[in-house]
């Protein structure tokens, strides 16, 4: 099993759309969360802490299922600029060792 | 305020000559970190490092491959001798050990061909 598994996508959405994302993480001692974005030929760039509650900042909204060992991110009313893909990173053991997902490919049309 | 930097942006060689990657964090982070990216397998920690001192490079692939860290601002990934399958996108991030909220700030990487 990998160590964070994200489904790739592509997935194309018309503006507007609402589109989530899932993603498992295969260490149970896992303590922290995060949604990170990537932009064509860029550099990864954090998006969003996840918390154990859930949390929203804006139009993304981050769930946490540590039960599950699953994570999601939700984009409502997505937006061309949302174009990127999207990669989930799991802390791995409690220091400062971060494991990425693979990504997955958002691309909103018009 | 400078992000980390890496060094070359682009490099393309011919299998079996050394390659070195180059990276400056940010001042006052004392976490780094090499990531290598690729199409087939993603992002992959490669090897990191805290106040200077490698704590774990399980993920670094063979022999061919080390690193270095001689002090806070500056560090290497070597490559000897290259090989076509170590074409990729790799990534030198950094951050802060104390207050740290999870992120990780990456240079923009350096894109390696091997002919």
């Known amino acids: 099993r990998k160590e964070v598994e994200q489904d790739p996508g592509p997935f194309n959405v018309p503006e507007g759309a609402t589109v989530a994302f899932n993603c498992t993480y295969s260490?149970?001692?896992?303590?922290?969360f995060f949604w990170y974005r990537q932009d064509c030929r860029k550099e990864p760039k954090l998006l969003m802490s996840?918390?154990?509650s859930g949390n929203e900042d804006g139009r993304f909204t981050a769930q946490l299922n540590r039960a599950s060992q699953y994570i999601s991110l939700l984009i409502r009313d997505s937006k061309l600029s949302d174009s990127a893909t999207y990669l989930c990173?799991?802390?791995?053991?409690?220091?400062?060792?971060?494991?990425f997902g693979a990504g997955t490919r958002l691309t909103v049309k018009p | 305020d400078a992000g980390v930097i890496q060094s070359p942006r682009h490099e393309v060689t011919e299998m079996g000559q050394e390659v070195t990657l180059r990276c400056k964090p940010i001042?006052?982070?004392?976490?780094l970190f090499w990531y290598r990216q690729t199409m087939m397998r993603g992002l992959e920690l490669l090897i990191y490092?805290?106040?200077?001192?490698?704590?774990?490079d399980s993920g670094m692939p063979e022999d061919r491959f080390s690193a270095k860290m001689p002090n806070a601002s500056f560090s290497t990934l070597k490559i000897q001798p290259s090989e076509p399958r170590d074409s990729a996108v790799y990534f030198c991030a950094s951050s802060p050990m104390t207050g740290w909220t999870g992120e990780l700030f990456f240079g923009e990487g350096s894109r390696l061909t091997v002919l």
């Open positions: 001042s006052g982070h004392n976490s």
């Open positions: 996840v918390y154990s």
């Open positions: 990173v799991v802390n791995w053991a409690n220091n400062n060792d971060m494991r």
């Open positions: 490092f805290n106040n200077n001192v490698p704590i774990d």
């Open positions: 260490n149970s001692a896992s303590q922290s």
